[in-house]
């Protein structure tokens, strides 16, 4: 079926039907079943204001989709399932409505539909996963790390090896894991499944992981729902508050110089994680999110399995080899070791992140319109666009994952990153046509160079001290 097949339905989402309201047909029984999202069962899930039972619904993509069990889910499901028709939520039954679902956004655009088209001319359906290129990027980038995690955990440290280690652990994180946890990395959800341990292979956790990031891509740069807006604060503020906000510090100021030591704690933060106990992400929390569901507290015990022999392993036997070779005097030499290790590994990781999002010209309030008096709902895809930057390419995607492409990537999160490269004239070409602003830079170092601008204005408030207005986007 072509993309967006059933456009003939969709475009009438807002009329009094619910049958063509929610893309579904429901069942009579239940359309007196009216409840809050608060309410919802922890197997359930609300899509356009209906409720989805996940029982009895066995979905191609594993059981990770029980992991938003308890939420509105409308968002993430249109974004993670660009081929969209009433026929897909059709396989699941329905139970009821909610009274209390809205959104700041809308979908089926004239862009989603043209960027859809287009794109969809170049990486035909079925065939969005991972390409032989990304298998062999990926198993020689897994094949580095086992060496070098072998020589970490079987020897003394050493600066170089703490240095080596630490950048192998990052390219796990931006090439292997990445991909897998969004599903993109293959059709059989159980390779993604596998390759998704990455994220724990260099101290992280999958599911944790999966709650942030997904909320993340669904609400990019959404003032209050984006939890990589203010999961640096209050050593960091990436929104650009208005002056005499709460959120802002003093030395805030300053933070385009101390940026980067401040993410080089990245690992620590993450290894030394208590949430890992919980599977519940505390900035996903804070938005209201549930991640009280049967599926997550069944993998608490995996997660808290995992960790412990991660610290053993990365952290313990080093400190032990050390001792066995040199003595106790040996520590504070394999401490510092394997904090630069860690250092590295996140700096790799988290600058990379942060010029995605954080750069002159951003729109850092995507959803204001829609907070507005006349209540205008934003178009999802524009706003991806307008919240995110691409630079460099091939070259620069081999090694970032594809994540130099973070357009392309938000527009398509469920596309592998080999991809990427592929579709980003031709993403350009529409954003163009449509009058989308498309941030891109050719090399890395004039992204970063914006991203220190950007942290100094938010920083120190001076755009709003210069035009009394937040980022908008607008050039």
């Known amino acids: 079926m072509a993309p967006n097949a059933d456009n003939s339905k969709l475009r009438q989402r807002f009329n009094n039907d619910d049958a063509v309201l929610t893309g579904t047909a429901v069942d009579p029984a239940t359309q007196t079943t009216i409840m809050q999202v608060k309410d919802i ?3 359930e899930v609300v899509i356009d204001g209906t409720i989805y039972d996940l029982t009895s619904f066995k979905h191609p993509g594993g059981e990770s989709v029980l992991m938003f069990g308890g939420n509105d889910v409308t968002v993430q499901y249109k974004m993670i399932h660009p081929y969209h028709t009433r026929h897909h939520l059709e396989k699941m039954k329905a139970t009821g409505k909610v009274s209390d679902t809205e959104s700041d956004y809308i979908f089926d655009t004239d862009f989603e539909r043209e960027i859809k088209k287009e794109v969809f001319k170049i990486v035909n359906r079925g065939k969005e996963f991972g390409t032989n290129g990304y298998f062999a990027r990926a198993f020689f980038y897994i094949g580095l790390y086992a060496v ?15 240095v080596a280690f630490g950048v192998s652990q990052a390219l796990i994180g931006l090439n292997v894991q990445h991909d897998a946890n969004h599903g993109a990395a293959s059709k059989k959800h159980w390779i993604n499944d596998l390759l998704g341990f990455g994220a724990d292979a260099i101290g992280g956790c999958k599911w944790n992981w999966m709650s942030q990031h997904w909320t993340h891509h669904a609400f990019t740069n959404h003032n209050t729902r984006d939890p990589d807006s203010f999961n640096a604060e209050p050593m960091l503020i990436f929104n650009d508050y208005p002056l005499g906000h709460e959120a802002r510090q003093v030395y805030h100021k300053f933070q385009s110089v101390f940026f ?46 995992i960790r412990m022999v991660y610290i053993y392993l990365n952290i313990a036997r080093p400190i032990m080899n050390g001792v066995a070779a040199s003595g106790m005097g040996s520590i504070p030499i394999s401490l510092f070791h394997i904090l630069v290790m860690g250092a590295c590994e996140s700096v790799t990781l988290a600058a990379l992140f942060a010029l995605s999002h954080n750069f002159e010209q951003v729109d850092r309030d995507p959803t204001k319109d829609a907070r507005g008096d ?47 490269p592929y579709i980003a004239p031709t993403v350009r070409k529409v954003c163009k046509k449509h009058g989308v602003r498309y941030a891109y830079y050719p090399w890395v170092h004039q ?23 937040p980022l908008s986007g607008d050039l």
């Open 447 to 469: 992204n970063f160079i914006s991203t220190v601008k950007y942290l100094h204005q938010a920083g120190t408030g001076s755009n709003w001290e210069s035009i009394m207005k």
């Open 260 to 305: 980067l030591p401040v993410l080089s704690f990245y690992w620590l933060s993450m290894v030394l994680n208590p949430q890992t106990f919980t599977l519940k992400h505390a900035g996903v929390d804070s938005i209201g999110i549930r991640q009280d569901n049967d599926f997550l507290k069944s993998r608490r015990s995996w997660a808290i399995t």
């Open 41 to 43: 069962k922890s197997t």
């Open 374 to 420: 006349d209540g205008k709902a934003v178009c999802w895809m524009k706003s991806q666009v307008e919240t995110s930057s691409t630079y460099g390419s091939f070259i620069a995607g081999a090694l970032t994952g594809g994540l130099n492409f973070q357009v392309e990537h938000h527009l398509f999160p469920r596309m592998c990153s080999a991809w990427y």
């Open 148 to 162: 070098l995690d072998f020589f970490w955990t079987t020897n003394t440290t050493s600066l170089k090896m703490a």
